[in-house]
């Protein structure tokens, strides 16, 4: 059977959803059970995978990032909402 494949929105980019997303796409279960297709920016998710200390699970995973924005330096600032 093969598994099925998921969108996943980043979410705020200033907040910690593109964390959270990260996070739980690493663990083992979640890569066992889903192929993620994650739509945000690329550079919000290389410094999700960074601030969450985990290899980018896309990777390994046959998922993908669908780059939906490219954000500016000043447009995605952490913890600062534009």
Do not use: F, Y
């Amino acid at each position: 059977m093969a598994k099925p494949r998921i969108a996943i929105s980043l979410g705020d980019p200033s907040g910690v959803g593109p964390e959270v997303t990260a996070a739980a796409l690493a663990l083992p279960q979640v890569k066992r059970a889903l192929v993620p297709g994650v739509h945000g920016d690329a550079r919000i998710w290389a410094r999700a995978c960074e601030a969450a200390n985990v290899r980018d699970p896309l990777e390994r995973s046959g998922g993908e990032l669908v780059e939906v924005t490219r954000l500016g330096a000043r447009e995605a600032r952490p913890g600062k909402p534009d």
